[in-house]
């Protein structure tokens, strides 16, 4: 008999190589590689690799897919444009959106090769260029110039050499390169899910990430992590903590960053975000979001038994490298294309069409239609 479970809760949907998310035991895995490993001892590239070929790169293959990665930046002229003329107060994860659709159009460059390798080529051109278009919609709607494209450093390097003009500090790239690797992949989330259900009718990949990158928007997924800077602003100070809080959950309104669909324990994610955090607050002498986000934790956890999520820490993260909100889910969404073509390819590679069951819940079928004038 057909089981319903609203928002597809404990339904396994398919298979998958790339990550597994032990909510049980707070277990992360890429690849079978525990997160924990990973975080500190290798490069998103490195990850990127991990995740596209199922192994970990040696020296020649990560220079191969560095390479591939650096010299697929460049933008087409139409997407440039677009960017330039987008409001210039668009919501950047719209811009990114729009843009990673339009990249669709320039794609007559790779037309008849054989599919598989067009989807490779494919896949390391978006993953190179989200990066590109997100920094690009920031320097644009500030008024300034667009640096040019350089090939000599990797994804996070770059990504922060765009925003801000200037050569990357090895302490920013190194923290940024870590979150990116802890956001890469993670099982069938709601953004991965919906690229994998989106390139399960045949459509092209760019339709799959343009899917994925309206999914991740959403407060309830990636666009979390904005909001928790947004509560942090709000609340203000550590003294005004409690009662906020304690108010929102009398309102029965949910914390940003908190809880977990799969989760039941730790996100394995938030505690290497959390060192992070709290080593860069320090550094800029703004302990006081750290001691913030440590109170909130605490009282969610006593009274709902919930835990932070990944989006709670990496929010102070990436607001003490001195990166502007509304660019935390765009980052988030760079990281983690990474694992949406990834999963793209594993779902072209043996595919089969996503049509779930409804349970109908509506009126009992046998009504007559009644003339409009008499209704
Ligand atoms: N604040 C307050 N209460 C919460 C929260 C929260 N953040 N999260 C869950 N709850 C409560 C719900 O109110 C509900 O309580 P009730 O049973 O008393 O009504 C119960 O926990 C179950 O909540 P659901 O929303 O049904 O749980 P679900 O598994 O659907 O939600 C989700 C998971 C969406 C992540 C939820 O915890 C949430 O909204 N968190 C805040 C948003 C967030 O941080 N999202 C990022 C998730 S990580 C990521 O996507 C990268």
């Given at each position: 008999?057909?089981?319903?479970?609203?928002?597809?809760?404990?339904i396994?949907?398919?298979?998958?190589?790339?990550?597994?998310?032990?909510?049980?035991?707070?277990?992360?895995?890429?690849?079978?590689?525990?997160?924990?490993?990973?975080?500190?001892?290798?490069?998103?590239?490195?990850?990127?690799?991990?995740?596209?070929?199922?192994?970990?790169?040696?020296?020649?293959?990560?220079?191969?897919?560095?390479?591939?990665?650096?010299?697929?930046?460049?933008?087409?002229?139409?997407?440039?444009?677009?960017?330039?003329?987008?409001?210039?107060?668009?919501?950047?994860?719209?811009?990114?959106?729009?843009?990673?659709?339009m990249?669709?159009?320039?794609?007559?460059?790779?037309?008849?090769?054989?599919?598989?390798?067009?989807?490779?080529?494919?896949?390391?051109?978006?993953?190179?260029?989200?990066?590109?278009?997100?920094?690009?919609?920031?320097?644009?709607?500030?008024?300034?110039?667009?640096?040019?494209?350089?090939?000599?450093?990797?994804?996070?390097?770059?990504?922060?050499?765009?925003?801000?003009?200037?050569?990357?500090?090895?302490?920013?790239?190194?923290?940024?390169?870590?979150?990116?690797?802890?956001?890469?992949?993670?099982?069938?989330?709601a953004?991965?899910?919906?690229?994998?259900?989106?390139v399960?009718?045949?459509?092209?990949?760019?339709?799959?990430?343009?899917?994925?990158?309206?999914?991740?928007?959403?407060?309830?997924?990636?666009?979390?992590?904005?909001?928790?800077?947004?509560?942090?602003?709000?609340?203000?100070?550590?003294?005004?903590?409690?009662?906020?809080?304690?108010?929102?959950?009398?309102?029965?309104?949910?914390?940003?960053?908190?809880?977990?669909?799969?989760?039941?324990?730790?996100?394995?994610?938030?505690?290497?975000?959390?060192?992070?955090?709290?080593?860069?607050?320090?550094?800029?002498?703004?302990?006081?979001?750290?001691?913030?986000?440590?109170?909130?934790?605490?009282?969610?956890?006593?009274?709902?038994?919930?835990?932070?999520?990944?989006?709670?820490?990496?929010?102070?993260?990436?607001?003490?490298?001195?990166?502007?909100?509304?660019l935390?889910?765009?980052?988030?969404?760079?990281?983690?294309?990474?694992?949406w073509?990834?999963?793209?390819?594993?779902?072209?590679?043996?595919?089969?069409?996503?049509?779930?069951?409804?349970?109908?819940?509506?009126?009992?079928?046998?009504?007559?239609?009644?003339?409009?004038d008499?209704?």
């Open positions: 008999m057909a089981v319903t479970s609203r928002g597809l809760e404990g396994v949907a398919s298979t998958t190589r790339l990550s597994d998310v032990r909510g049980d035991i707070g277990q992360l895995i890429y690849a079978g590689y525990d997160i924990n490993e990973l975080a500190s001892k290798v490069s998103f590239e490195e990850v990127i690799h991990l995740l596209w070929h199922d192994r970990l790169p040696n020296r020649s293959e990560l220079k191969f897919m560095e390479e591939q990665l650096r010299t697929s930046r460049e933008l087409p002229e139409g997407v440039i444009e677009f960017i330039q003329h987008a409001p210039k107060d668009a919501l950047p994860i719209d811009v990114l959106r729009t843009a990673v659709s990249l669709g159009l320039y794609d007559q460059d790779l037309i008849g090769e054989d599919p598989l390798d067009l989807n490779r080529a494919r896949a390391k051109s978006i993953t190179a260029k989200v990066g590109v278009i997100v920094a690009y919609f920031h320097r644009i709607r500030q008024g300034k110039s667009l640096p040019p494209i350089r090939t000599d450093l990797g994804e996070a390097a770059h990504f922060l050499y765009l925003i801000t003009g200037e050569e990357p500090g090895p302490e920013a790239v190194k923290t940024l390169d870590t979150a990116y690797v802890l956001h890469a992949d993670h099982g069938f989330n953004s991965t899910f919906s690229a994998r259900v989106t399960s009718t045949l459509t092209d990949m760019y339709s799959a990430v343009t899917s994925a990158v309206g999914t991740l928007k959403g407060p309830l997924h990636g666009g979390a992590n904005e909001e928790v800077i947004h509560m942090l602003q709000e609340i203000g100070s550590i003294e005004n903590v409690d009662a906020w809080i304690h108010e929102k959950l009398r309102q029965k309104q949910k914390i940003m960053g908190i809880g977990h669909r799969v989760y039941k324990v730790l996100d394995p994610r938030a505690p290497h975000l959390k060192a992070m955090a709290i080593k860069l607050t320090e550094e800029l002498g703004e302990s006081k979001w750290i001691a913030m986000s440590e109170r909130i934790a605490e009282i969610m956890f006593k009274e709902k038994g919930l835990n932070a999520n990944v989006d709670f820490y990496s929010a102070t993260v990436y607001y003490s490298l001195g990166i502007p909100t509304d935390f889910t765009p980052i988030f969404a760079i990281a983690r294309t990474a694992g073509v990834g999963h793209v390819l594993e779902q072209l590679s043996d595919n089969r069409l996503f049509r779930p069951s409804s349970e109908y819940v509506g009126h009992t079928p046998g009504k007559k239609v009644v003339p409009i008499q209704r």
